[in-house]
């Protein structure tokens, strides 16, 4: 074998693999663990090691890996058209894929726009109302309003209203078109505040900075139902709603991003509607819509902004905007089976085992590292702090969430660490059984991660830990 060609994948990758989101002092040249195979609710490391797929891949895999008749879609559909231009042809499964989101979706939403992934349909979706609002007469109604702890994607103005810590530390963005406002997460409300007050407080806030501002620059707000990426934070009774009708009072476009949770997170193909009572103007989605099978993403618009359109006094002014891989023939058959997949068994197996999801993670409040564990649906945050009293995220270290992954990897889940957080939000079709050993390993993942910040003097609590449940047999190798 030629000297140049490293053996192993890994290898390979530090050699010529720019992997996403790196630090400087790695980049190019980083080792991830290296992931083999999947089946159902399991993925296979390049050790041959068996693990839950905590995050289901990136909140994606939803109706679990290697389904067949998923796979036998692809071939079908590669064997009858592979691809076709979108800028002047079109084909039958888009249209069918258009037809069956535009039935579950809310509201008037009836079109769709197919995108390549998430970041492309928030951008397609923010790019929409840029050209609604020129087309209308409107050129300076244009501003953004997004919120701290949003993730919206990684191209550019999507990327421009994320608002997690450091995701906007080193890099650029389209701030003049974004306003920011406070994260909706009733964990780090204000001291002394009830939950009642803290929504009150929220929804001031959005409608003095539109008084402000004046509505007449606002084009849209942009929110995710949950935050996801942001810690799974659930927004406050109520919230989203009254947001919503400021939004309609004041002719702000409500864009509701389901990039994670559409498609079965909450148990419905829409959350939006099903979920919080919500009938956005335009809905985005992604990775749930192929069970990450195939890349793609899209936005559902509303039939009032296109009838507006094609009602205006410019029946010649161009939505100069498409993707070569727009409505793809291939991710387009794989998303109807894969939906109905999920009508037929996944969404009502997903709404009957979230509740006993959410009480076995709940249980792991009672470890003195974690400050909390909040969710809804299929998806969920630990939380850990350095106390509970301040709610102080571990700033000794801010790599708590890696050091629990990497017990748990040993023990047999991969987890997605977020700085201070674990995030679980696995394939669907998780079963009890299934929760039972994640949550079992997670205990062990979080005790051991205790011990190490107490040996290593970066911790101390004052709560000693109440001693785990018996395991019998260990879900783990010994
Ligand atoms: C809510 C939300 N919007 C958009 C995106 C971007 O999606 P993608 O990574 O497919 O571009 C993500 C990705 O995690 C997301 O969570």
Redesign the pocket.
Known sequence: MNAEVPENAVETARRHLVQPWPVASTVGAEARALIGDGDGIYITDGEGKRLIDGPAG???TNVGHRREELARVLYDQAMQLSYNTPWYTMNAPSAELARRIAAAAPGDLSHVFFT???????ETALRFMQFYNNVRGRPEKKLILSRGG??????YL?ASLNGRPRDRDWMDGADELVVKLSSPDPFRRPVGMEVGAFADMLVEEFRSRVEAIGASRIGAFVG?PV???GGVIVPPDGYLQRIREICRENDILYIS?????AFGRLGHVFASGDVFGLDPDMI?F??GVTSGYF?L?GVVISERLLQELRRSNHPDAMFAHGLTYTSHPIGCALALKNLDILEDEVLAHARAVAPYFQAQLKSLEDLPLVGEVRGLGLMACVDCVADRESKNPLQLDRAVGARIDAHCHELGLLVRPLINMCVMSPPLVITREQIDTMVVILREGISRTMEDLRREGLWQAEVQPSPPPPLSPPPWPQ
Do not use: F, I, L, R
């Open positions: 990136m909140w994606c390549t992934g998430g970041s492309s349909a928030v949003a993730y919206h994607g990684s191209t999507a995710e935050q996801a990426s991003d389901e990039v994670v949770t985005t992604a990775k890349p993403g």
